[in-house]
């Protein structure tokens, strides 16, 4: 009994983050029918990645940021690629500068989301506008970026409850 | 053992290469997809099945709580505004009631005048509804997932209306759900008439609520709140479908808003008018 309470905790540990992104990612999939909302709702599931790939990156790597990006490809029905490469890029160069964030008071963190989430953004208009060759409407995607930006923290706090609930030195 | 210890060495190694190359792995990999995604229909079609069999399941148990809230929130503002539904339903039922009368009338003159011209009828049209069970928001989706797919009759291309006028269309039609894409969607292409004068133009989408005109002719002036309808010309939506009417002409950009509001979509009627246009010859899978 105990053995598998122990396999359960692992195997929790392991996916939990991965999960988190997926389920983030179908929740934004839903129809909320809130006015206006549909074309300016925010890509939820960049902040997890964000944050996983700056707090724990030994919990969520490059290839679980490739598989969520490619995930969002096809439930957002866009054209498959895109997303996978600006996670994986996003998750690439996080990784690269989180001693700048990680360890830092929050607003360092939020700022950087708000950088790199607007970075994040653009990029994606622009492949999806080369994509369709064509200009997609930019103002959607700021006000996008901006609800983005401001739900980080709820997020950030569901992010580090899930580090709380299975904290790493269990498996050192 | 020594086996046990090489294979672990290999694990080890294929591990450690792997995370030295992930990166240009990954990033070879999503171009690939990216280019191969536009060329080969396989692919694509291999992400659309992902979407209908794997995750429509899961988001119609997520879509539970949405909806309970969205029913209860309908049920109070409907019992708040029950005395005056009542009195405009009394005032349209005498209104339907005279046009009933009328449209009487003009069917029996139109099987006459049919009889007289020899005319042949269209196909009749085959109708499905369904709900929308995934409306993926953001400024670069403009695209909804059904619960109706092939199981019910639904097939690539038929069209998709909201009670108020023209949705969008089946782009991918699975076993059980499809997918629709928006007339907002930026690869969504319609030739379509102004009214009234009857000007042909084509309505794109650019993943906003308010799809442009193009290809308006040089001298054609329209005006705001002229009528756009569907032309019927490619051959796959049918004439006639209201679709909008123009918003605002503003440097030369004509937007036009949609009768439907996406926000609203929660039925659609999915209809096969026997069109098939330029799709005709696009293998359905």
């Not at chain 1, 996008?144 to 950030?156: E, K, N, R, T, W």
């Amino acid at each position: 009994m105990n053995a598998l309470y122990e396999l359960a905790k692992k195997v929790f540990y392991l996916t939990a983050p991965f999960l988190l992104v997926v389920f983030l990612e179908l929740v934004g999939a839903l129809p909320i029918h809130m006015p206006a909302f549909s074309s300016v709702a925010p890509p939820l599931a960049l902040i997890p990645v964000y944050y996983w790939a700056v707090h724990a990156p030994w919990r969520f790597g490059m290839f679980q940021a490739f598989f969520s990006g490619l995930l969002l490809d096809i439930l957002f029905m866009l054209p498959l690629g895109i997303n996978a490469l600006i996670f994986t890029l996003l998750y690439y160069f996080l990784n690269r500068l989180r001693r700048f964030i990680a360890g830092k008071p929050f607003y360092v963190s939020w700022l950087g989301f708000a950088l790199f989430g607007t970075v994040a953004l653009m990029a994606e208009w622009f492949l999806v506008s080369l994509s369709s060759r064509q200009f997609i409407g930019f103002a959607g995607v700021l006000i996008s970026d901006v609800f983005m930006i401001v739900v980080y923290p709820l997020i950030a706090l569901l992010c580090y409850g899930l580090i709380r609930l299975s904290p790493e030195e269990d498996y050192e | 053992m020594q086996q046990a210890n090489r294979v672990k060495s290999h694990l080890y190694h294929v591990k450690s290469f792997l995370q030295r190359f992930a990166l240009i792995l990954l990033v070879i990999l999503a171009f690939g997809l990216m280019l191969l995604g536009k060329a080969d229909n396989v692919i694509v079609s291999v992400g659309q099945k992902v979407l209908t069999v794997v995750m429509v399941p899961v988001l119609e148990v997520l879509s539970v709580p949405v909806n309970a809230v969205k029913s209860y929130a309908g049920d109070v503002q409907e019992l708040a505004a029950l005395k005056e539904y009542n009195q405009k339903l009394i005032a349209q039922n005498q209104e339907m009631l005279e046009y009933k009368k009328q449209a009487k009338l003009l069917k029996s003159e139109n099987e006459k005048l049919a009889k007289l011209l020899n005319y042949k009828k269209p196909p009749k049209a085959k109708s499905v509804s369904a709900r929308v069970v995934a409306d993926p928001g953001g400024a670069f989706a403009q695209s909804i997932l059904v619960l109706a797919g092939r199981e019910d009759g639904v097939s690539k291309g038929d069209v998709v209306m909201a009670k108020d006028g023209l949705a969008g269309r089946i782009a991918y039609a699975g076993e059980k759900a499809s997918q629709v894409l928006l007339i907002s969607d930026v690869n969504s292409r319609i030739p379509v008439f102004i009214e009234p004068h009857g000007y042909r133009a084509v309505l794109i989408g650019d993943n906003t609520p308010k799809p442009q005109i193009t290809a308006l002719p040089e001298k054609a002036e329209v005006a705001v709140g002229d009528k756009v309808v569907t032309s019927g010309d490619a051959g796959v939506f049918p004439a006639e479908i209201e679709i909008g009417v123009i918003e605002s002409k503003k440097d030369g950009i004509i937007k036009v808003k949609p009768l439907v509001n996406r926000d609203r979509l929660d039925i659609v009627n999915i209809i096969d008018f026997g069109l098939k246009g330029i799709l005709e010859n696009i293998k359905c899978e």
